[in-house]
């Protein structure tokens, strides 16, 4: 069993006390280790980081209508185009960010 990336992720981190503009997050073994405002190198992870970024951390988006073209209520077909279309790490790991 391969184990779960180290994710370095920087970008606007909001949660519900803060409100940092420019932050990192190290994610291990799938969760949030420490979130940390300016831009901190980590050694041996896998970074994620651009423009416009907005992590936040612990959040689910509950609802979801559709993704590139296509209908969440249009049935299973559907759910499964919009799940394979879905941005990934370059690890083949979903990318866990706000989608506009």
Known sequence: ???????LL?????TPARDIAESSVLVENGRVS????GRIDVAGVELIDGPGLVITPGFIDLQVNGFAGNDAAAGTASISAIAAALPRTPSGKLMRRALR
């Open 1 to 7: 069993m391969n184990a779960a990336p180290r994710l």
């Open 10 to 14: 920087r970008g606007r981190v909001i």
């Open 34 to 37: 420490w979130v940390r405002p």
